[in-house]
């Protein structure tokens, strides 16, 4: 199912209730989103076991500026390799950071993917992929909280990522 402008979709399969976002405005808003579909879908059919619950939000940061490779003034120095030979020759640059904190994992993908690869990196674009999940048996009660607190780690390493120029860039 699709939003009226297509800017979100909700998914439903056998094992999945899935909803993206290409307009996202707040978590707020998402979460309200998601817990009135929810509880639409459970009124629908009833009382169903959940073995996974996951907050998943791709930052594609895109900047109109030379140097494609060039991220120090955006991005945090901890996540920028060094480059010094083949620079022009880069086709793709990622990283994969894997947490396991017990009650759920986190997987953070970020890198320059470049949508045109396998040609040399020529677009000044950075992922932020960060995806916050728990999988086993989950109660209905604890969905609301556990999304809270996947969102709220998830906003802690998104800021932990980005520079004041980047900030500046976003909210200009």
């Given at each position: 199912?699709?939003?009226?402008k297509?800017?979100?979709?909700?998914t439903i399969?056998?094992?999945v209730?899935?909803?993206?976002s290409?307009?996202?405005?707040?978590?707020?808003l998402?979460k309200?989103?998601?817990?009135?579909?929810f509880?639409?879908f459970?009124k629908v059919?009833?009382?169903?076991?959940?073995?996974?619950?996951?907050?998943?939000?791709?930052?594609?940061?895109?900047?109109?500026e030379d140097?494609?490779?060039?991220?120090?003034?955006?991005?945090h120095?901890?996540?920028l390799?060094?480059?010094t030979?083949h620079?022009k020759s880069?086709s793709?640059?990622f990283q994969?950071?894997?947490y396991?904190f017990?009650d759920?994992?986190?997987?953070y993908?970020?890198g320059m993917?470049?949508p045109d690869?396998?040609a040399?990196?020529?677009?000044k674009?950075?992922?932020?992929?960060i995806d916050?999940?728990?999988?086993?048996l989950?109660e209905?009660?604890?969905?609301?909280?556990?999304l809270?607190?996947?969102?709220?780690?998830t906003?802690t390493?998104f800021e932990e990522?980005?520079?004041d120029?980047?900030r500046?860039?976003?909210?200009?």
């Open positions: 199912f699709l939003g009226f297509s800017e979100k979709k909700l399969a056998s094992e209730l899935c909803i993206e290409d307009a996202y405005d707040s978590y707020e998402l309200k989103d998601f817990t009135e579909t509880a639409e459970i059919f009833g009382e169903i076991e959940i073995n996974f619950l996951g907050l998943r939000y791709i930052n594609n940061i895109e900047i109109a140097g494609p490779l060039e991220w120090g003034k955006y991005i120095s901890k996540l390799l060094k480059f030979k620079k880069l793709r640059v994969i950071l894997e396991n017990g759920y994992n986190l997987r993908q970020f993917h470049n690869y396998p040399p990196i020529r677009r674009l950075f992922t932020l992929d916050t999940y728990y999988s086993g989950i209905l009660a604890e969905i609301s909280t556990g809270d607190k996947f969102h709220k780690h906003q390493l990522s980005i520079t120029d980047l500046g860039f976003m909210h200009g």
